[in-house]
């Protein structure tokens, strides 16, 4: 779920197991959602995107699974390597249709993986 | 190929002064976006700008403004600090505006940000 102030939420996963990160988001219009990577010291990298027309996306070692009923995204990530600790945020936007949109970001998950 | 960077990297400012943030976007990228991370949180829209122009602004107050110059690179300015404002500024840059019909965020590039501590 979302955290509010300093306590983002926490996972914490061995070096080789599969990892879920979960998001809810609130805007029945949003319809384009992303998830970011941010790593100490550095600005949000883009993993992955979904529009509203699918339901499961996939990339390298990651997925993204949108249930639009519940309003809720996931990222899930296979065989999570000592790399991918960082803060992972979702990120929606209402779509493009002639004008510019803008992201509204979650408040992010800690993964820590473990050794 | 250099990415996205921002100055300073760190500043200290005290309640009620001025502080302005500047970004140099990727070479060749038009669009720059500005936002607003507050520890523990995600990023909050401030600002976006294509060509020199606004584009798009969030819910802040006037205290903010921005401007982008002929050769992309843009300033965020912030007048009459207030302890609230203590985050980290994250400029974002991009070709086009993202956000419009077949043009992917993930054509949008973070800079490292500056943190801006106000006493």
């Known amino acids: 779920g979302e955290s509010v102030g300093l306590h983002l939420p926490t996972l914490s996963v061995q070096e080789g197991d599969n990892s879920i990160i979960n998001c809810a988001y609130s805007n029945s219009a949003s319809d384009y959602f992303i998830w970011y990577k941010q790593e100490s010291g550095k600005g949000p990298q883009f993993i992955i995107d979904?529009?509203?027309n699918m339901d499961k996306r996939q990339g390298q070692r990651v997925t993204v699974l949108l249930n639009k009923t519940v309003k809720h995204l996931s990222l899930q990530i296979a065989a999570t390597q000592p790399g991918d600790s960082a803060v992972y945020f979702c990120?929606?936007?209402?779509w493009g249709s002639g004008s510019a949109r803008q992201l509204t970001f979650g408040s992010g998950t800690q993964l820590t993986v473990l050794p | 190929d250099a990415g996205v960077t921002q100055s300073p990297t760190h500043l200290i400012k005290t309640r009620g002064q001025h502080v302005t943030l500047r970004c140099s976007p990727i070479s060749g990228h038009k669009s720059v976006s500005w936002y607003q991370q507050v520890l523990g949180q995600g990023p909050q829209f401030i600002f976006q700008y294509y060509e020199k122009e606004e584009r798009g602004r969030g819910n802040f107050p006037d205290r903010f403004s921005a401007r982008q110059f002929p050769n992309y690179s843009s300033e965020l300015n912030v007048n009459a600090l207030l302890l609230g404002d203590s985050a980290l500024y994250l400029c974002a840059s991009s070709l086009v505006l993202p956000g419009l019909a077949g043009v992917n965020y993930n054509e949008q590039f973070f800079g490292p940000g500056t943190r801006l501590t106000v006493l």
């Open positions: 979904i529009r509203s």
């Open positions: 990120a929606e936007t209402p």
